[in-house]
Nanobody
Framework: QVQLVESGGGSVQAGGSLRLSCAASGLTFSNYAMAWYRQAPGKQRELVAHITSSGSTSYPDSVKGRFTISRDNAKNTVYLQMNSLLTEDTAVYYC????????WGQGTQVTVSS
């Protein structure tokens, strides 16, 4: 079965950096668009980064210039490099596979303190 396993979350001070990883199994990873979402307490889940199977990327304005999504098809892994973190980036971060988000990981907590 398909599994997406996120890692790399943790606590960091504002201005710091974290790199999240999402290891995929059970699917032909290179064929899938991948995305990172986040959900803060009391808020809706929101898209923070998307990468197509060919490597094209897109970001919402809230993270553009600070977050970078990348993928390593040889390792079946998608990454989210997060720089210049803000307290409002605090959330559970999820990776998702497919244009229709067929599959989701369990999430990893990111906490940014001031």
């Amino acid at each position: 079965q398909v599994q997406l396993v996120e890692s790399g979350g943790g606590s960091v001070q504002a201005g710091g950096s974290l790199r999240l990883s999402c290891a995929a199994s059970g699917l032909t990873f290179s064929n899938y668009a991948m995305a990172w979402y986040r959900q803060a307490p009391g808020k809706q889940r929101e898209l923070v980064a998307h990468i197509t199977s060919s490597g094209s990327t897109s970001y919402p304005d809230s993270v553009k210039g600070r977050f970078t999504i990348s993928r390593d098809n040889a390792k079946n892994t998608v990454y989210l490099q997060m720089n210049s973190l803000l307290t409002e980036d605090t959330a559970v971060y999820y990776c998702a596979a497919g244009w229709t988000r067929n599959y989701w990981g369990q999430g990893t907590q990111v906490t940014v303190s001031s």
